[in-house]
């Protein structure tokens, strides 16, 4: 279930404000039942391609921890700005850029910085509204998050708790597309944080973590892919494949991790940056 953590739509931040104990097992029992029922519902294809490729990607919490564990200080400069929610006007910016400023928070998060994971938080539910997930906001959601601020595991906790119900919510709302884009957008901020990271390291091991890496990418990009296929009817996600497969090309061409040189680490990387930047423009 923590893999699911890149949806993170905020859908049901009313009920889940005032969950505890045994209602949050009575609402684990009643998402798993909701699956069940409406899992006719979606293509089986996509559906199958979509639970595939979250199952088999590492999850944000732990990705935040390979990143933060590389010794990078913190800097917030490269970040998505957090007042730039309001920006979007299509469905596909708004849940491209949810993804993006999920990670941010995370790595706020993984990196103790309060103030930043409340801002991203707002910014998470701002566009959480804008994709019409959620019909009003719960104060009390952002107050238990204050309340938290300095625990990471009671914030990934809450998390948790919130993904549950925000995936089914998608899911019976027939909106796969648009957590393939939340997806997407995590996923490309996860690279793009963790090629930022790359640059600044001199350690050789570090550095070999990094690039196996973006090596590994070959097999989460390709499967990323092929989900995004299904939606290539959308012109935006048209754009985004064209961008995206080459990449994926140019990864699946180096056989190991070793043969990843140091001129194509640069290559790959600014294909990266140029996506990230287009997606949040």
Known sequence: MKNLIYLLPLASLL????????????????VSADSAAMSTELNDTTKFKF??????????ANRMQDIVALGIPYDNSILHNSKQGSAYSTEFKKGI????YNMDMAYAMMNNSGQDVLNYLKTIIQLSEALGMQ???NSMVGKRFESNIDNKDS???????????????LRNNQRVQTAATVFTGSWLES?????????????????????????????HLGNLVKLLQDFKTDKEIQNLLAELEPIHAEIVA???????????????SSKIYAVREKAIL
């Open 191 to 219: 690279l793009y944080l963790s090629c930022k990271a790359g640059e600044k390291l001199q350690d050789p091991a570090l550095r070999e973590k990094v690039r196996t890496n973006l090596w590994e990418q070959r097999f």
């Open 15 to 30: 009920s889940l404000s005032n969950c505890g104990g045994a209602e949050h097992d009575h609402a684990q029992e009643s």
């Open 135 to 137: 019909s009003s906001i």
């Open 51 to 60: 639970d595939f490729a979250i199952a088999n990607i590492p999850s944000p």
């Open 97 to 100: 850029n949810m993804g993006i």
């Open 254 to 268: 180096i056989k190991q991790p070793a043969d990843l040189q140091e001129e194509q680490m640069k290559s790959i």
């Open 155 to 169: 914030l990934f906790t809450v998390w948790d708790e919130i993904l549950v119900k925000s995936d089914v919510y």
